[in-house]
């Protein structure tokens, strides 16, 4: 429905500003709101180079994007959908491995916890599928730490969309009407200021030359 496709936009708008805006989050390639599979839409930001490594501020900066899509369609539509349980659930799996398997958290140090095949847990820090090498005590402060960490995540998230405002609104009108944004659009979008008219000036450039590369 039509309904159904703006929130989509708005979701993947969110997605795409936030992957702009942050530093260490990788540049989009293209924005879509035509259902795939089980997906409404998709917004593609694939790595520009192999990593070997991974930091913490890419991971926070990471998981603001996952959840971006989230807060977009809480703040434009006043309500909550079931779309972003797979940003949910990535977000959090992030988030726990950075405070279980990284070292990355300040208050339970550099220590790893739980077995190595227990990285897919159900509940936060709770791991009822394999061996627990921690007691309940330090299993509530895993469950504190990737709940502070997911929320400051999504504090930033909302931060930058609501600077961000008017390009979020714009970005997702032009996904409604056209449904594909690519890289070029999306940046003349956010850097340049591009009009929705000049923007659709650029498609009709691209598929013209599409035509004339096809005749």
């Known amino acids: 429905t039509e309904e159904e496709k703006r929130k989509t936009a708005y979701h993947e708008a969110g997605h795409a500003i936030l992957a702009h805006l942050l530093e260490t989050q990788d540049p989009v390639r293209r924005i879509s709101v035509i259902p795939s599979g089980r997906a409404l839409g998709y917004t593609l930001n694939p790595p520009e180079r192999d990593r070997y490594s ?7 900066e990471e998981i603001s994007m996952l959840l971006g899509g989230r807060r977009t369609i809480k703040k434009n539509n006043d309500d909550v959908s079931g779309g972003a349980s ?37 509940f936060l820090g709770r ?38 405002i008017e390009k979020l609104h714009f970005i997702a009108d032009f996904l409604v009407k056209y449904e594909v944004m690519d890289d070029a659009q999306f940046k003349a979008a956010m850097d340049d200021n591009a009009t929705m008219e000049e923007l659709s000036a650029m498609i009709e450039e691209k598929n013209k030359r599409s035509a004339d590369e096809n005749a």
């Open 54 to 60: 991974v930091y913490k501020n890419q991971l926070k």
């Open 86 to 122: 797979n940003d949910i659930m990535r977000a959090t799996q992030i988030a726990r491995n950075m405070v279980t398997k990284y070292g990355m958290s300040d208050e339970l140090g550099t220590i790893q916890f739980g077995s190595e095949h227990g990285s897919d847990e159900v």
């Open 127 to 164: 791991d009822f599928n394999s061996q627990r090498d921690y007691s309940e005590a330090t299993a509530a402060k895993i469950d504190a730490e990737i709940k502070r960490i997911i929320d400051e995540a999504f504090a930033k998230a909302e931060e930058i969309l609501r600077a961000n």
